[in-house]
Protein backbone atom coordinates (compact mmCIF):
# COMPACT_ATOMS: atom_id res chain seq x y z
CA UNK A 1 0.00 0.00 0.00
CA UNK A 2 1.01 3.04 -0.73
CA UNK A 3 1.36 6.51 1.41
CA UNK A 4 -2.27 7.17 0.16
CA UNK A 5 -3.70 4.10 1.16
CA UNK A 6 -4.06 2.81 -2.23
CA UNK A 7 -2.97 -0.62 -3.24
CA UNK A 8 -0.26 -1.39 -6.20
CA UNK A 9 -3.57 -2.29 -8.35
CA UNK A 10 -6.15 0.27 -7.55
CA UNK A 11 -8.76 -0.78 -9.56
CA UNK A 12 -10.61 -4.01 -11.26
CA UNK A 13 -13.52 -3.84 -13.61
CA UNK A 14 -16.57 -0.96 -12.26
CA UNK A 15 -14.84 -0.76 -8.32
CA UNK A 16 -11.51 0.65 -6.73
CA UNK A 17 -9.98 -0.78 -3.71
CA UNK A 18 -8.89 2.46 -1.33
CA UNK A 19 -7.67 0.60 2.12
CA UNK A 20 -9.96 -2.20 3.01
CA UNK A 21 -12.86 -1.15 1.35
CA UNK A 22 -13.41 -1.53 -2.05
CA UNK A 23 -15.56 1.05 -3.94
CA UNK A 24 -18.33 1.15 -6.34
CA UNK A 25 -17.84 3.43 -9.68
CA UNK A 26 -20.46 1.62 -11.40
CA UNK A 27 -23.08 -0.75 -11.05
CA UNK A 28 -21.55 -4.11 -12.07
CA UNK A 29 -23.27 -4.05 -15.52
CA UNK A 30 -21.82 -0.87 -16.58
CA UNK A 31 -20.07 -0.47 -19.88
CA UNK A 32 -19.16 2.56 -21.82
CA UNK A 33 -21.36 3.61 -24.58
CA UNK A 34 -18.60 2.34 -27.07
CA UNK A 35 -19.46 -1.24 -25.49
CA UNK A 36 -22.78 -1.17 -27.37
CA UNK A 37 -21.77 -0.10 -31.48
CA UNK A 38 -19.77 -2.48 -33.69
CA UNK A 39 -17.90 0.04 -35.66
CA UNK A 40 -16.08 0.80 -32.67
CA UNK A 41 -12.61 -0.95 -32.80
CA UNK A 42 -10.59 1.19 -30.20
CA UNK A 43 -9.86 4.37 -28.53
CA UNK A 44 -6.82 6.77 -29.45
CA UNK A 45 -4.20 6.13 -26.94
CA UNK A 46 -1.73 3.43 -28.38
CA UNK A 47 -3.65 2.61 -31.53
CA UNK A 48 -1.65 4.16 -34.06
CA UNK A 49 -2.83 5.83 -37.87
CA UNK A 50 -1.53 5.02 -40.89
CA UNK A 51 1.67 5.26 -42.25
CA UNK A 52 4.08 8.13 -42.97
CA UNK A 53 4.25 11.37 -40.94
CA UNK A 54 3.11 14.60 -40.14
CA UNK A 55 6.05 16.37 -42.17
CA UNK A 56 4.74 19.65 -43.97
CA UNK A 57 1.25 18.75 -43.54
CA UNK A 58 -0.62 15.80 -43.09
CA UNK A 59 2.25 13.21 -44.07
CA UNK A 60 1.59 10.48 -46.00
CA UNK A 61 -1.12 8.18 -45.91
CA UNK A 62 -0.56 4.36 -46.20
CA UNK A 63 -2.29 0.76 -45.77
CA UNK A 64 0.17 0.51 -42.52
CA UNK A 65 -2.24 1.10 -39.91
CA UNK A 66 -2.42 -0.93 -37.02
CA UNK A 67 -1.74 -0.78 -33.05
CA UNK A 68 1.12 0.54 -31.10
CA UNK A 69 2.43 0.12 -27.76
CA UNK A 70 1.01 2.74 -26.15
CA UNK A 71 2.50 5.34 -23.68
CA UNK A 72 1.25 7.03 -20.23
CA UNK A 73 1.72 10.74 -18.48
CA UNK A 74 1.02 9.97 -15.63
CA UNK A 75 -0.30 11.50 -12.84
CA UNK A 76 -3.26 11.58 -14.00
CA UNK A 77 -5.84 14.14 -12.27
CA UNK A 78 -9.22 12.33 -13.25
CA UNK A 79 -7.86 8.98 -11.88
CA UNK A 80 -7.01 11.10 -8.86
CA UNK A 81 -4.76 8.07 -7.75
CA UNK A 82 -1.17 8.99 -9.12
CA UNK A 83 -1.23 6.89 -11.73
CA UNK A 84 -0.64 7.36 -15.58
CA UNK A 85 -2.25 6.46 -18.52
CA UNK A 86 -0.43 3.02 -19.72
CA UNK A 87 -2.91 1.03 -17.59
CA UNK A 88 -5.61 1.81 -20.80
CA UNK A 89 -9.28 2.25 -20.78
CA UNK A 90 -10.54 -0.91 -21.66
CA UNK A 91 -14.31 -1.76 -20.61
CA UNK A 92 -14.43 -0.16 -17.53
CA UNK A 93 -15.26 3.68 -16.03
CA UNK A 94 -11.69 4.35 -14.90
CA UNK A 95 -8.37 4.52 -16.48
CA UNK A 96 -7.44 7.93 -17.63
CA UNK A 97 -5.90 10.56 -16.02
CA UNK A 98 -6.91 14.01 -17.01
CA UNK A 99 -9.66 16.36 -16.88
CA UNK A 100 -12.09 13.86 -15.15
CA UNK A 101 -11.21 11.36 -17.51
CA UNK A 102 -11.82 7.88 -15.43
CA UNK A 103 -14.52 9.05 -13.35
CA UNK A 104 -17.17 8.70 -16.46
CA UNK A 105 -17.69 12.53 -15.80
CA UNK A 106 -18.42 12.87 -11.98
CA UNK A 107 -16.21 15.16 -11.23
CA UNK A 108 -17.99 17.45 -13.41
CA UNK A 109 -21.09 15.77 -13.14
CA UNK A 110 -21.06 17.10 -9.55
CA UNK A 111 -20.34 20.18 -10.25
CA UNK A 112 -16.52 19.58 -8.42
CA UNK A 113 -14.93 20.22 -11.79
CA UNK A 114 -16.21 23.67 -13.17
CA UNK A 115 -17.05 22.93 -17.14
CA UNK A 116 -16.99 25.16 -19.85
CA UNK A 117 -17.00 24.31 -23.62
CA UNK A 118 -15.88 27.55 -25.31
CA UNK A 119 -16.96 26.49 -28.66
CA UNK A 120 -20.50 26.27 -28.20
CA UNK A 121 -22.59 28.96 -28.58
CA UNK A 122 -26.19 27.69 -27.98
CA UNK A 123 -26.42 27.32 -31.69
CA UNK A 124 -27.76 23.99 -31.42
CA UNK A 125 -31.16 23.08 -29.66
CA UNK A 126 -31.06 19.64 -29.37
CA UNK A 127 -29.01 19.30 -27.22
CA UNK A 128 -26.51 21.18 -24.44
CA UNK A 129 -22.93 21.55 -25.09
CA UNK A 130 -22.26 23.97 -22.10
CA UNK A 131 -21.68 20.17 -20.72
CA UNK A 132 -19.88 17.39 -20.61
CA UNK A 133 -21.63 14.22 -22.34
CA UNK A 134 -23.74 12.97 -18.75
CA UNK A 135 -22.52 8.96 -17.78
CA UNK A 136 -25.81 6.84 -16.90
CA UNK A 137 -24.25 4.33 -15.34
CA UNK A 138 -27.79 2.03 -14.80
CA UNK A 139 -28.34 1.84 -18.45
CA UNK A 140 -26.83 -0.37 -20.66
CA UNK A 141 -25.40 0.75 -24.17
CA UNK A 142 -27.78 -1.22 -26.16
CA UNK A 143 -30.80 0.42 -24.14
CA UNK A 144 -34.16 0.77 -26.37
CA UNK A 145 -35.27 4.45 -27.12
CA UNK A 146 -38.88 5.48 -26.68
CA UNK A 147 -39.65 4.32 -30.80
CA UNK A 148 -38.18 0.89 -29.99
CA UNK A 149 -35.08 1.86 -31.97
CA UNK A 150 -31.59 1.10 -30.47
CA UNK A 151 -28.51 3.73 -30.33
CA UNK A 152 -26.44 1.36 -32.71
CA UNK A 153 -29.59 1.49 -34.85
CA UNK A 154 -29.20 5.32 -35.37
CA UNK A 155 -25.59 5.34 -35.32
CA UNK A 156 -25.33 2.71 -37.82
CA UNK A 157 -28.69 4.67 -40.19
CA UNK A 158 -26.80 8.05 -39.76
CA UNK A 159 -23.07 5.95 -40.92
CA UNK A 160 -24.76 4.75 -44.29
CA UNK A 161 -25.86 8.37 -45.14
CA UNK A 162 -22.82 9.38 -44.01
CA UNK A 163 -21.00 6.90 -46.58
CA UNK A 164 -22.99 7.99 -49.56
CA UNK A 165 -21.63 11.73 -48.93
CA UNK A 166 -25.22 13.02 -48.13
CA UNK A 167 -24.12 15.18 -45.02
CA UNK A 168 -27.21 16.79 -44.40
CA UNK A 169 -29.56 13.54 -44.17
CA UNK A 170 -26.30 12.23 -42.17
CA UNK A 171 -26.76 15.15 -39.99
CA UNK A 172 -30.62 14.97 -39.32
CA UNK A 173 -30.39 11.33 -38.57
CA UNK A 174 -27.36 11.40 -35.97
CA UNK A 175 -29.36 14.92 -34.71
CA UNK A 176 -32.32 12.83 -33.81
CA UNK A 177 -30.36 10.08 -32.40
CA UNK A 178 -28.29 12.26 -29.78
CA UNK A 179 -32.02 13.79 -29.42
CA UNK A 180 -33.07 10.13 -28.35
CA UNK A 181 -29.87 8.95 -26.38
CA UNK A 182 -28.15 11.86 -24.85
CA UNK A 183 -25.97 9.47 -22.77
CA UNK A 184 -24.47 7.72 -26.15
CA UNK A 185 -20.89 9.28 -26.39
CA UNK A 186 -20.34 7.55 -29.75
CA UNK A 187 -23.08 9.28 -31.36
CA UNK A 188 -21.53 12.59 -30.21
CA UNK A 189 -18.52 12.13 -31.53
CA UNK A 190 -20.09 10.97 -34.91
CA UNK A 191 -22.01 14.12 -35.02
CA UNK A 192 -19.04 15.96 -34.78
CA UNK A 193 -17.38 13.86 -37.59
CA UNK A 194 -20.51 14.86 -39.65
CA UNK A 195 -20.13 18.74 -38.70
CA UNK A 196 -16.24 18.56 -39.87
CA UNK A 197 -17.47 16.96 -42.81
CA UNK A 198 -19.42 19.70 -43.65
CA UNK A 199 -17.07 22.67 -42.36
CA UNK A 200 -18.78 23.37 -39.66
CA UNK A 201 -15.87 23.77 -37.75
CA UNK A 202 -17.48 25.28 -34.69
CA UNK A 203 -20.53 23.07 -34.24
CA UNK A 204 -17.99 20.39 -34.51
CA UNK A 205 -15.42 21.70 -32.34
CA UNK A 206 -18.44 22.49 -29.65
CA UNK A 207 -19.32 18.76 -30.21
CA UNK A 208 -15.82 16.96 -29.36
CA UNK A 209 -15.19 18.70 -26.93
CA UNK A 210 -17.84 18.13 -24.76
CA UNK A 211 -17.00 14.03 -25.70
CA UNK A 212 -13.53 14.58 -24.97
CA UNK A 213 -14.08 15.82 -21.48
CA UNK A 214 -14.93 12.61 -20.24
CA UNK A 215 -13.63 10.18 -21.89
CA UNK A 216 -11.36 8.93 -25.00
CA UNK A 217 -11.87 9.54 -29.12
CA UNK A 218 -11.73 6.58 -31.47
CA UNK A 219 -8.88 5.51 -33.23
CA UNK A 220 -8.02 5.70 -36.84
CA UNK A 221 -9.17 1.98 -37.74
CA UNK A 222 -13.00 3.14 -36.32
CA UNK A 223 -12.53 6.89 -38.27
CA UNK A 224 -11.54 5.63 -41.70
CA UNK A 225 -14.08 2.74 -41.64
CA UNK A 226 -16.40 5.13 -41.35
CA UNK A 227 -15.33 6.47 -45.00
CA UNK A 228 -15.40 4.78 -48.14
CA UNK A 229 -12.54 6.29 -49.71
CA UNK A 230 -9.30 7.85 -47.58
CA UNK A 231 -9.35 10.31 -50.68
CA UNK A 232 -12.45 12.03 -48.85
CA UNK A 233 -10.94 12.30 -45.93
CA UNK A 234 -7.82 13.91 -47.04
CA UNK A 235 -9.97 16.45 -48.35
CA UNK A 236 -11.52 17.28 -45.60
CA UNK A 237 -8.60 17.24 -43.34
CA UNK A 238 -6.98 19.47 -45.65
CA UNK A 239 -9.94 22.15 -45.93
CA UNK A 240 -9.98 22.19 -41.73
CA UNK A 241 -6.01 22.42 -41.97
CA UNK A 242 -6.10 25.18 -44.53
CA UNK A 243 -8.83 27.03 -42.27
CA UNK A 244 -6.65 27.00 -39.28
CA UNK A 245 -3.66 28.59 -41.51
CA UNK A 246 -6.35 31.39 -42.84
CA UNK A 247 -7.50 31.72 -39.16
CA UNK A 248 -4.41 31.30 -36.62
CA UNK A 249 -6.69 32.96 -33.96
CA UNK A 250 -9.24 30.38 -33.77
CA UNK A 251 -9.12 28.22 -31.23
CA UNK A 252 -12.17 26.00 -31.56
CA UNK A 253 -10.22 25.04 -35.52
CA UNK A 254 -7.17 24.42 -33.67
CA UNK A 255 -8.74 21.87 -30.69
CA UNK A 256 -10.81 20.13 -33.87
CA UNK A 257 -7.20 19.71 -36.04
CA UNK A 258 -5.75 18.13 -32.51
CA UNK A 259 -8.61 15.74 -32.35
CA UNK A 260 -8.12 14.49 -35.96
CA UNK A 261 -4.68 14.25 -35.39
CA UNK A 262 -4.69 12.45 -31.98
CA UNK A 263 -7.59 10.06 -33.80
CA UNK A 264 -4.68 8.99 -36.15
CA UNK A 265 -2.39 8.25 -33.63
CA UNK A 266 0.20 11.22 -34.54
CA UNK A 267 0.72 12.59 -30.62
CA UNK A 268 3.49 15.48 -31.84
CA UNK A 269 0.81 17.34 -34.04
CA UNK A 270 -2.24 17.22 -32.13
CA UNK A 271 0.17 18.73 -29.13
CA UNK A 272 1.12 21.16 -30.99
CA UNK A 273 -2.59 21.86 -31.70
CA UNK A 274 -3.47 21.43 -28.56
CA UNK A 275 -0.82 23.85 -26.69
CA UNK A 276 -1.89 26.68 -29.54
CA UNK A 277 -5.45 26.21 -28.15
CA UNK A 278 -4.21 26.74 -24.28
CA UNK A 279 -2.84 29.99 -25.79
CA UNK A 280 -5.44 31.57 -27.35
CA UNK A 281 -8.16 30.09 -25.33
CA UNK A 282 -6.32 30.39 -21.53
CA UNK A 283 -9.28 28.66 -20.14
CA UNK A 284 -10.22 25.57 -21.63
CA UNK A 285 -9.29 23.09 -19.11
CA UNK A 286 -9.82 20.03 -21.53
CA UNK A 287 -6.98 21.33 -24.17
CA UNK A 288 -4.79 21.99 -21.61
CA UNK A 289 -5.31 18.62 -19.82
CA UNK A 290 -4.74 16.77 -23.62
CA UNK A 291 -1.50 18.94 -23.94
CA UNK A 292 -0.25 16.88 -21.06
CA UNK A 293 -1.12 13.79 -22.33
CA UNK A 294 0.20 14.15 -25.30
CA UNK A 295 3.42 15.81 -24.26
CA UNK A 296 5.35 12.57 -23.62
CA UNK A 297 7.97 13.13 -21.14
CA UNK A 298 11.82 13.83 -22.11
CA UNK A 299 14.45 11.00 -21.16
CA UNK A 300 16.02 12.99 -18.72
CA UNK A 301 12.05 13.70 -17.09
CA UNK A 302 11.54 10.22 -17.16
CA UNK A 303 10.94 8.97 -13.21
CA UNK A 304 13.35 6.94 -11.22
CA UNK A 305 12.64 4.09 -10.51
CA UNK A 306 11.80 3.32 -7.15
CA UNK A 307 11.49 0.01 -4.94
CA UNK A 308 8.45 -2.25 -4.86
CA UNK A 309 6.04 -0.43 -3.13
CA UNK A 310 5.97 -2.71 0.00
CA UNK A 311 9.67 -1.63 0.68
CA UNK A 312 9.00 2.16 0.08
CA UNK A 313 10.23 4.13 2.96
CA UNK A 314 7.35 5.11 5.61
CA UNK A 315 6.08 8.30 5.51
CA UNK A 316 3.91 9.58 8.42
CA UNK A 317 -0.15 8.71 8.17
CA UNK A 318 -2.66 11.26 7.74
CA UNK A 319 -4.39 12.79 10.72
CA UNK A 320 -7.62 10.57 11.17
CA UNK A 321 -10.95 12.18 10.60
CA UNK A 322 -13.39 11.77 13.41
CA UNK A 323 -16.49 10.87 11.32
CA UNK A 324 -18.89 11.91 13.45
CA UNK A 325 -17.56 15.82 13.06
CA UNK A 326 -18.85 15.45 9.56
CA UNK A 327 -22.45 14.82 10.29
CA UNK A 328 -24.52 17.67 9.21
CA UNK A 329 -25.45 20.17 6.97
CA UNK A 330 -22.51 21.54 4.96
CA UNK A 331 -22.01 24.65 2.50
CA UNK A 332 -19.27 25.22 -0.03
CA UNK A 333 -19.27 28.07 -2.69
CA UNK A 334 -16.67 28.97 -5.14
CA UNK A 335 -16.03 32.49 -6.94
CA UNK A 336 -17.87 31.56 -10.87
CA UNK A 337 -21.15 31.42 -8.55
CA UNK A 338 -21.00 27.77 -8.02
CA UNK A 339 -22.66 26.32 -4.69
CA UNK A 340 -22.72 23.00 -2.85
CA UNK A 341 -24.59 21.52 -0.16
CA UNK A 342 -23.77 18.69 1.12
CA UNK A 343 -25.70 16.69 4.34
CA UNK A 344 -23.75 13.47 5.97
CA UNK A 345 -26.09 11.31 8.43
CA UNK A 346 -25.18 9.53 11.32
CA UNK A 347 -26.24 5.84 9.19
CA UNK A 348 -23.68 6.65 6.68
CA UNK A 349 -25.64 8.39 4.34
CA UNK A 350 -25.46 11.43 2.40
CA UNK A 351 -26.91 13.47 -0.21
CA UNK A 352 -24.80 16.42 -2.73
CA UNK A 353 -26.68 19.13 -3.86
CA UNK A 354 -25.15 21.46 -6.70
CA UNK A 355 -25.84 24.41 -8.72
CA UNK A 356 -23.52 25.94 -11.56
CA UNK A 357 -24.28 29.57 -12.37
CA UNK A 358 -27.12 29.57 -14.64
CA UNK A 359 -28.05 26.41 -14.32
CA UNK A 360 -30.70 24.38 -12.62
CA UNK A 361 -29.75 22.94 -9.24
CA UNK A 362 -28.49 19.24 -9.37
CA UNK A 363 -28.70 16.55 -6.67
CA UNK A 364 -27.67 13.27 -5.81
CA UNK A 365 -27.64 10.68 -3.04
CA UNK A 366 -25.82 7.24 -1.95
CA UNK A 367 -24.08 6.26 0.84
CA UNK A 368 -20.31 7.48 2.57
CA UNK A 369 -17.49 6.06 4.18
CA UNK A 370 -14.48 7.78 6.14
CA UNK A 371 -11.20 6.43 6.10
CA UNK A 372 -8.58 8.03 8.21
CA UNK A 373 -8.61 11.11 6.14
CA UNK A 374 -10.73 9.73 3.23
CA UNK A 375 -14.12 10.67 2.84
CA UNK A 376 -15.83 8.48 -0.30
CA UNK A 377 -19.11 9.32 -1.59
CA UNK A 378 -21.17 6.45 -3.50
CA UNK A 379 -23.66 7.72 -5.82
CA UNK A 380 -26.38 5.15 -5.51
CA UNK A 381 -27.05 5.11 -9.52
CA UNK A 382 -23.20 4.54 -9.42
CA UNK A 383 -19.91 6.29 -9.43
CA UNK A 384 -17.62 7.87 -6.79
CA UNK A 385 -15.98 11.11 -5.27
CA UNK A 386 -13.23 10.40 -3.17
CA UNK A 387 -11.39 13.37 -1.59
CA UNK A 388 -9.15 14.01 1.19
CA UNK A 389 -10.44 15.86 4.34
CA UNK A 390 -8.91 18.57 6.19
CA UNK A 391 -10.60 20.23 9.21
CA UNK A 392 -10.20 24.10 9.45
CA UNK A 393 -11.30 26.14 12.23
CA UNK A 394 -14.41 25.08 14.39
CA UNK A 395 -17.19 24.35 11.93
CA UNK A 396 -15.23 24.13 8.40
CA UNK A 397 -12.98 21.60 6.38
CA UNK A 398 -11.63 21.06 2.94
CA UNK A 399 -12.63 18.62 0.79
CA UNK A 400 -10.11 18.17 -1.90
CA UNK A 401 -10.12 14.77 -4.82
CA UNK A 402 -7.41 12.36 -4.12
CA UNK A 403 -4.92 12.74 -6.39
CA UNK A 404 -5.79 16.36 -7.60
CA UNK A 405 -2.97 18.77 -9.12
CA UNK A 406 -1.55 21.38 -6.63
CA UNK A 407 -3.56 24.80 -8.84
CA UNK A 408 -6.92 22.45 -7.40
CA UNK A 409 -8.17 24.05 -3.82
CA UNK A 410 -10.74 22.22 -3.39
CA UNK A 411 -14.00 22.83 -1.77
CA UNK A 412 -14.49 25.00 1.37
CA UNK A 413 -17.31 23.57 3.41
CA UNK A 414 -18.83 25.25 6.70
CA UNK A 415 -22.45 24.79 8.44
Same mark, same amino acid.
Given at each position: ?11 ? %? ?15 ? !????? !? ?65 ? %? ?18 ? $??? %? ?74 ? !? ?48 ? $? ?164
Amino acid at each position: MNRAGITSRPYA %GNSLNYGNRSFNLAQSN !YRPAF !YGHGLYHGYWNGNYGFGGGYGGGWGGYGPGWGYGGGWGYGPGYGLGLGLGLGLGYGFAPLGWGYGGW %GLGSMAYNSGYLGYSNPYYN $GSF %GGYDYAQPIPVDYSVAPTAVGAEGNTADAALNAAVEAFKQNDYDAALDIVNKGVAQFPNDSVLHEFRALVLFARRD !YQQAAATIHSVLAIGPGWDWTTLASLYTSIAIYTEQLRALEEFTRANPQD $GGGHFLLGYHYMSAGHAAAAAKQFQQVVTLVPGDRVAADLTKMLSAPSADQQPTPQPPVETQTATPEATPVDPATLVGTWQAAREDGSKFELTLTPDSKFTWKFSMKGQKPQEFSGTYTVETNVLALERQEGGSLIGQVTPGAAGKFNFRLVGAPPEDKGLNFGR
